[in-house]
């Protein structure tokens, strides 16, 4: 077992750590396999935090698996404007059994965007798996099928999840001081 490293002058606290992450992870890769039988499935991440989630989940499954990626411009609350694709998937999802894996739903934009998009292309099914659930902030309701933690509100780093670009590799996941995310020392 490795050590954890340091948690960062920026962070307050750990808020998932990486053995329960690990154990979460293996369960939902177990609930996965269960629901999908030995049908392939398609495993469909949105870039760049949910690749870190992505990469543990899909080692854990005992499913035939396939993966593919795609990259869609952030809701900006306040700026308006509308999620768009950047980076399409490589692949056809006609007749696939989609999984969405995100590393977090927030206000639920992209999940909803990404859903839609999935689902007019003709997919089987499309179900999303995520990791963190933040259901106090959604703005678009969507259905989430497999999910790893229901957390509130705080702005959290780790696992994918970033401070302009920062963190994403910590190997658990984090709380960042407020005084930070308010005192706008997040570059
Ligand atoms: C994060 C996350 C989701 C999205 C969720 O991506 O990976 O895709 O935000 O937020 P929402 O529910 O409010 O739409 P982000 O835009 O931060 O890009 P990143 O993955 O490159 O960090």
Same mark, same amino acid.
């Given at each position: 077992?490795?050590?954890?490293?340091?948690?960062?002058?920026?962070?307050?606290?750990?808020?998932?750590?990486?053995?329960?992450?690990?154990?979460?992870?293996?369960?939902?890769?177990?609930?996965?396999?269960?629901?999908?039988?030995?049908?392939?499935?398609?495993?469909?991440?949105?870039?760049?935090?949910?690749?870190?989630?992505?990469?543990?989940?899909?080692?854990?499954?005992?499913?035939? %698996?396939?993966?593919?990626?795609?990259? %869609?411009?952030?809701?900006?609350?306040?700026?308006?404007?509308?999620?768009?694709?950047?980076?399409?998937?490589?692949?056809?999802?006609?007749?696939?059994?989609? %999984?969405?894996?995100?590393?977090?739903?927030?206000?639920?934009?992209?999940?909803?965007?990404?859903?839609?998009?999935?689902?007019?292309?003709?997919?089987?099914?499309?179900?999303?798996?995520?990791?963190?659930?933040?259901?106090?902030?959604?703005?678009?309701?969507?259905?989430?099928?497999?999910?790893?933690?229901?957390?509130?509100?705080?702005?959290?780093?780790?696992?994918?999840?970033?401070?302009?670009?920062?963190?994403?590799?910590?190997?658990?996941?984090?709380?960042?001081?407020?005084?930070? %995310?308010?005192?706008?020392?997040?570059?």
């Amino acid at each position: 077992m490795s050590l954890a490293p340091p948690l960062p002058v920026e962070c307050r606290r750990v808020v998932v750590d990486e053995v329960t992450l690990g154990r979460r992870v293996t369960e939902l890769a177990a609930a996965l396999d269960a629901t999908y039988g030995g049908q392939d499935v398609r495993l469909v991440t949105v870039l760049r935090g949910g690749v870190f989630f992505l990469a543990d989940l899909c080692r854990a499954m005992r499913s035939d %698996v396939r993966l593919d990626f795609m990259a %869609v411009s952030p809701y900006v609350p306040g700026r308006g404007g509308a999620v768009r694709v950047t980076k399409d998937l490589d692949d056809d999802v006609t007749g696939a059994h989609v %999984v969405l894996v995100e590393d977090v739903v927030d206000t639920g934009l992209t999940v909803n965007y990404v859903l839609g998009l999935l689902k007019a292309r003709g997919a089987a099914s499309v179900e999303v798996c995520a990791l963190l659930d933040k259901p106090a902030r959604r703005i678009a309701e969507v259905p989430l099928s497999f999910i790893g933690f229901e957390l509130g509100e705080a702005f959290l780093v780790g696992y994918g999840l970033d401070l302009n670009g920062r963190f994403r590799n910590l190997p658990y996941i984090a709380e960042v001081a407020e005084e930070v %995310v308010f005192g706008g020392r997040t570059s």
